[in-house]
Each structure stands twice: as structure tokens, then as C-alpha cells.
């Protein structure tokens, strides 16, 4: 079936200790995003690609990075993870299929949640 | 900037009551969804409005998109344990063709 994978689906890290979360994703969608989600909120919007093109949003901290090797693949890299970084953090795609489409609904994973101690 | 409120925040009712969720907009919708997230998951699609006054039925889900598509309701008939989560509503935003702007969610819990 098609899908949106990400591992590990629980992390656990240190203060400071660089983590990098993966998604891959077999919907051969030219869009991925990543999301931080905390505690039955909305997901909030940390970037995305439209295929090779990087997008990320004006308020997304610089501790976060990401990189998208392949069409399948997506990383979030956290340089230095501090308290207030542990959340659930969700990977979705989405088809851009034109302009007029007024549907774009995006595919998410079954997310990854981070601890950090 | 459009802004998407949700009401209510938190519900819990026993199964096999009734229930209606909402979701209104600043500005008037591109395309309206619903998604549902399960605990600890992420968010699937249940439904896309379109057209003002559209109506759409998913088993025991009745989604309504207003006239004026500013605002959606999301009806549950006998509801069931298995519909715990957290219901969502986003739109497309105003100036993209792909990125959605996210309602803040109502968390419902159904006990048994």
C-alpha cells in the first residue's frame, strides 16, 4: 500500500544532543512537509519542498534543518534540542496537481514523538 | 491573514449520543477539509467541501459546508469509542496552491 513511513516513531534525546528524524513516503508526491505538533493542537507548519525547492516558514527556529536527498525521502535535523522542542512531529506529502485543483489533501505519518530530557 | 476557529475545544459524551462540531472561517473557504487524528497518529483525510451547501455523509459522519462557505459542521450519530480523536479542519491557503491553514481541533472522547 502506499504510505507515509517515519521512524523512529519514539525518540528519545538529550538537551543539546543533535536528533534526525526520517520519512519516506512511496505516493511519489512532489510535495513533503514537516510538521511539530504539540499536545492536541493544530499542526504547526515548520517547512516544506516542492520537489528540490526548500520553503521554510518565517517563525521556524534555525535549530531546525531539513533535506530531501530523493523524491521518497525527507530529514529533520534538530542541531540542539532544548525542552521546549519535545513534541510530535509529523511528516505529510501532498500532489500539487495545478493552479485550479481546489483539493490538496496532504498524507500524513504516524509521526514521531520526541522527548527530550 | 484567515483564521479558522473551532468549536467546541474539548468534548466528551457517552457512545451512542449525538454530537455537532464546528468549524468557521474569517474568510470565505477555497476548499474545505476535516481530519481526524487518532491518538498518538497522524491526521487522515475524511472529507473535501467545495460547494456552498454541499452535504456529505461518511457512515455515521454528516459534514454540512454552509452557503456562504465560511462555515462547516461535523455531525456524529451514535457515536462510538472508535471516534476518539482529535477532529481538524484546515483550508487551502489564500496565496498557495498546496499549503493548508489548520483549525486549533476539537478533541472528542466518547466513553463506553
Known amino acids: 500500500d502506499a504510505m507515509v513511513i517515519q521512524n523512529p516513531r519514539y525518540q528519545v534525546t538529550q538537551f543539546g544532543k543533535p536528533v534526525t528524524l526520517s520519512c519516506s513516503q512511496t505516493l511519489n508526491h512532489n510535495v513533503m512537509y514537516w510538521y511539530q505538533q504539540k499536545s492536541s493542537q493544530a499542526p504547526k507548519l515548520l517547512f516544506h519542498y516542492y520537489d528540490k525547492d526548500f520553503n521554510n516558514e518565517a517563525d521556524t527556529p534555525d535549530n531546525f534543518q531539513s533535506r530531501r536527498p530523493n523524491t521518497s525521502f525527507c530529514f529533520l535535523d534538530i542541531r540542539s534540542p532544548g525542552l521546549g522542542d519535545a513534541a510530535m512531529y509529523l511528516c505529510a506529502t501532498s500532489r500539487h496537481t495545478g493552479p485550479t485543483s481546489p483539493y490538496n489533501e496532504q498524507f500524513f505519518g504516524p509521526g514521531t514523538r520526541l522527548t527530550v530530557l | 491573514t484567515q483564521l479558522l476557529e473551532q468549536s467546541p475545544q474539548f468534548l466528551s459524551i457517552q457512545e451512542g449520543e449525538n454530537l455537532t462540531v464546528y468549524c468557521n472561517s474569517s474568510s470565505v473557504f477555497s476548499s474545505l477539509q476535516w481530519y481526524r487524528q487518532e491518538p498518538g497518529e497522524g491526521p487522515v483525510l475524511l472529507v473535501t467541501?467545495?460547494?456552498g451547501g454541499e452535504v456529505k455523509k461518511l457512515k455515521r459522519l454528516t459534514f454540512q459546508f454552509g452557503d456562504a462557505r465560511k462555515d462547516s459542521s461535523l455531525h456524529i450519530t451514535a457515536a462510538q469509542p472508535g471516534d476518539t480523536g482529535l477532529y481538524l479542519c484546515?483550508?487551502?491557503?489564500?496565496?498557495?496552491?498546496?499549503?493548508?491553514?489548520w483549525g486549533a481541533g476539537t478533541k472528542l472522547i466518547i466513553k463506553p
Open positions: 467541501v467545495v460547494t
Open positions: 484546515a483550508d487551502r491557503l489564500a496565496d498557495s496552491n498546496y499549503q493548508l491553514i
